[in-house]
């Protein structure tokens, strides 16, 4: 009888006590955790790298979000499947995940056993989300005024960097950066930096402090 | 000499479960317990008499804080160590306040927790995370509700150059470049209303 190949499994999670936590638990024969990263762009060149088949990543990572990341590596290594691990149990942002082509959703609080069957589903292709999320107040409706790369750029913006650092980042040049931070401001009607903090926590960009969420 | 008995606290199973695999590298300590929120705690400090205990800080039901005082009183010779999302670091004073030793970010590493563990079974206080001013946390309050420096001067009656000046302060201390980056810090750290 042939024996089946480990699975190849990345992480990502800016909280590395967690992250380490979910190595521990995933430890065994069948399983082989590839790479970790910090945050969602570190991500991407972890995922470059490494190939892997399953890709568990948080929902609310530094530099680039666990949404917008889904996107990208599955753009970057399209063999890639994407399970997203999150403390938000908001049906909102189960959907998100899913219109981003993220094949799972396991919360935080689910037993482990829960991620591992995940972990096994998806890679067999099929898919794991929760049935019996809670809606949210999220503000859905105007998520898709902004651009893919305008999200990313908020949730920079919204992070502190500088437009020469976002530059930096992004591969852009300062100018389109500039170009870009205009525009969402514009389309979220919003007149200093600021002021771009609590619209981007609406549009589910970056998450507001845990005391603050609906669940 | 016996390994240091720890009790965790967290209402994410992964997270738990994560936590307990984790102090198990570790020889000179054992998880003797896990709990799901302060209630659990109190009932699992009672029966199993923990050296440290590791206190996730937003749980339901009684969340972290709350708990330290009633944990205290049932599990006196417990040292407790406040576990926290990043930039919770207004709730440091606080922690401190009710008795707690000190306050670990989930961001530390395995070997930090560790560390953090050691010092506080021995009575080492932890060093301080993020020291800002009495008033400077008043100001941080009012930037995470949006004020713009005119509100706040008002507020607090004193000039808009004088609230710029504690912003590049407290910018300068956290390591923060821009205002937003200031904002969402103020956002982030924002207390939930006890229960």
Do not use: W
């Not at chain 1, 910090?38 to 949404?67: F, H, K, Q």
């Not at chain 2, 695999?21 to 109190?42: K, M, Q, S, Y």
């Not at chain 2, 507020?155 to 150059?161: D, H, S």
């Amino acid at each position: 009888m042939t024996e089946m190949a480990p699975i190849r499994v990345v992480l990502a999670d800016d909280h590395t006590l967690v992250r380490r936590g979910i190595v521990a638990i995933l430890a065994s024969p069948s399983i082989d955790v590839a790479g970790e990263a910090e945050d969602g762009r570190s991500l991407l060149c972890v995922v470059r790298r490494t190939r892997p088949d399953i890709a568990l990543i948080d929902l609310s990572m530094p530099l680039l979000n666990g949404i917008e990341a889904t996107r990208r590596i599955l753009r970057i290594s399209p063999e890639t499947r994407v399970i997203i691990v999150s403390m938000h149990a908001d049906r909102d942002a189960m959907r998100r995940a899913k219109r981003a082509g993220a094949r799972g959703y396991v919360l935080k609080d689910a037993a482990p056993e829960r991620l591992l069957e995940a972990v096994r589903a998806v890679a067999r292709g099929e898919e794991s989300f929760p049935v019996d999320l809670a809606p949210t107040e999220t503000d859905t409706g105007t998520e898709q005024v902004l651009t893919s790369r305008e999200r990313e750029v908020l949730q920079l913006i919204v992070e502190g960097k500088r437009n020469k650092e976002i530059a930096e980042i992004m591969t852009r040049s300062v100018h389109t950066i500039r170009n870009h931070r205009a525009r969402i401001m514009r389309k979220l009607g919003v007149r200093s930096a600021t002021g771009l903090v609590p619209a981007a926590e609406r549009l589910g960009i970056v998450r507001p402090a845990s005391g603050m969420e609906v669940r | 000499m016996k390994p240091l008995r720890i009790l965790i606290v967290d209402d994410h199973a992964l997270v738990r479960e994560g936590l307990r695999r984790l102090l198990a590298t570790f020889p000179d300590v054992t998880a003797v317990g896990t709990a799901a929120d302060g209630r659990e705690a109190i009932e699992a400090a009672r029966r199993t008499r923990p050296d440290v205990i590791l206190l996730d800080v937003a749980m339901p039901h009684l969340d972290g804080l709350s708990a330290i005082a009633p944990l205290r009183e049932t599990a006196p010779e417990a040292a407790i160590l406040v576990l926290s999302m990043h930039d919770e670091s207004a709730y440091e004073e606080a922690a401190r306040d009710r008795g707690a030793c000190g306050l670990l970010s989930k961001a530390a590493s395995p070997e930090a927790l560790h560390r953090a563990i050691l010092d506080a079974s021995a009575g080492r206080t932890l060093p301080v995370t993020a020291p800002l001013t009495p008033r400077e946390r008043k100001v941080l309050s009012y930037l995470a509700s949006e004020a713009s420096d005119e509100t706040i001067a008002r507020a607090l009656g004193i000039r808009p150059r004088t609230v710029e000046k504690h912003c590049q302060r407290m910018m300068k201390a956290l390591e923060i470049r821009t205002r937003a980056g200031l904002v969402s810090y103020a956002r982030r750290c924002r207390r939930p209303p006890l229960s």
